[in-house]
């Protein structure tokens, strides 16, 4: 039982160019969410998804998208990256929305040079 | 906008002393959680306070939630250098999502 799992764990991009951060959960969850945290600072909510086949903006959601594959997996794409987008990036889960625990993933931490 | 706030920014005692910190929010909310974050780690939920309870307790960690000021605090008792990390209070704003404070980075010194 892996929990919430994220790759890569490291990645460095140049200006413009384009990367998927994967997550997937198998504790069967209906809830997915990406998150920012940048230093010093809480996290943001980039985008989240209720339930499969649904996905909706959060706090920061411009220079992103999002797709939820299926129930296990949902994924965080840059089409262009910015050096604003340097930042750890974290994937959770919960069994519904908000109102449960949230689990998270171990982070992806993404430099845009 | 940052929902959260936790009070200090940071906070520094001996191992077996106390550590409180404190969470202030804006708006009503449906629950309010306690996370903890080793350095270079992801989030470990630590407990959950609904809005319409005053204290909980799990182990070590004493929460209270007073909606009326609209705040919580977090008490570690006899803490251990294990406890050093950041923690952080994320406030459910009735189904919406989580909105985490910035967090408040506790080291305990042996």
Sequence with gaps: NAGVTQTP?????????????????DMNHNSMYWYRQDPGMGLRLIYYSASEGTTDKGEVP??????????????????????SQTSVYFCASSAGLAADTQYFGPGTRLTVL | SQQGEEDPQALSIQEGENATMNCSYKTSINNLQWYRQNSGRGLVHLILIRS?????????????????????????????????????????????????????RLSVLP
């Design chain 2, 52 to 104: 319409n309870e005053r204290e909980k307790h799990s182990g070590r960690l004493r929460v209270t939630l007073d909606t009326s000021k609209k705040s919580s605090s977090l008490l570690i008792t006899a803490s251990r250098a294990a406890d050093t990390a950041s923690y952080f209070c994320a406030t459910d704003n009735y189904g919406q999502n989580f909105v985490f404070g910035p967090g408040t």
């Design chain 1, 62 to 83: 411009n220079g992103y998208n999002v797709s939820r594959l299926n129930k296990r997996e949902f994924s965080l794409r840059l089409e262009s990256a910015a050096p």
């Design chain 1, 9 to 25: 764990k490291f990645q460095v991009l140049k200006t413009g160019q384009s990367m998927t951060l994967q997550c997937a959960q």
